[in-house]
């Protein structure tokens, strides 16, 4: 055994460093044969910086590692007529069965039924030519709306202000899985994936509301190569702009970024791959794309 001599004292009730605690201590070499078996042990292996485990995205050694970086996302955005900035979408909105003629071809009553909201991703709304015929659908329907652009920020807000919350127009199309959603409506189910998968509401370029004359009142309309399938005038909408703002903000806060959807006329209808696609409203903007 070791033999260890310590004149330790009092200096044990009373804080010194290590320096003053070994003053006195005296260790007494260990016996020939302890340091040859001591000598003979593996060393202990040590971790190189490269090799130190993490937690939480950081090494033990507190230097960040790839793995914790978080991904950089692309923020959506729409085209501004005529400027070289974009309009950055925060929330996509849509209003159902808002055009009489629409409601009733769709089983509604236009004059019981009061505004229904439902929600598109946001990245759903894209200045695109092309647009891939999605999967999972045999029954791809169009359906050409107004595209209202908020610009201020509002809740519970009242009709004759709603305007002063609208930053521009434009014009879009929400793309529709039918068959989806009409299993969907049957099981009492979500209508989310019928309605928000990717490239479902290609749009316009977006049009500021000092450029719009009359931004509730004009023809909107929708062709399929050549020939007019849609058409009927903002005036037809069930709820107006203003109405639908006043409606929409006492469910949700309402933020610049925020798009809505305003609803079809009638005249919803298929599309299949190669079919071209033009839509438009007077005063406003035309929208053109391409299936495939």
Known sequence: MWKLSVKVGSALCRRQDAASLLKGVRIASPPPSLSLRLSSRPRARTSSPSSSSTRGGRSLLGVRTTASMAPKVEVPTLGISGEQDGFTVRRVYCVAKNYAAHTIEMGGDPKTDPPCFFSKPSDAACNVSVVPYPTKTENLHHEIEQVVAIGKRGKSIREEDALSHVWGYGVGVDLTRRDM???????????????????????????????????????????????????GDLSGYTWSVPETIACLSEYVELYPGDLIMMGTPDGVGPLSPGDEVEGWIDGIATLKFTVK
């Open 181 to 231: 959603q009409a299993e969907a409506k049957k099981a009492g189910r979500p209508w989310d994936m019928s309605k928000g998968f990717d490239f479902s509401a290609p749009m316009s370029e977006l049009v500021p509301s000092s450029k719009v004359e009359n931004p509730l009142k004009g023809e909107i309309g929708l062709k399929v190569n050549g020939k007019t399938v849609q058409c």
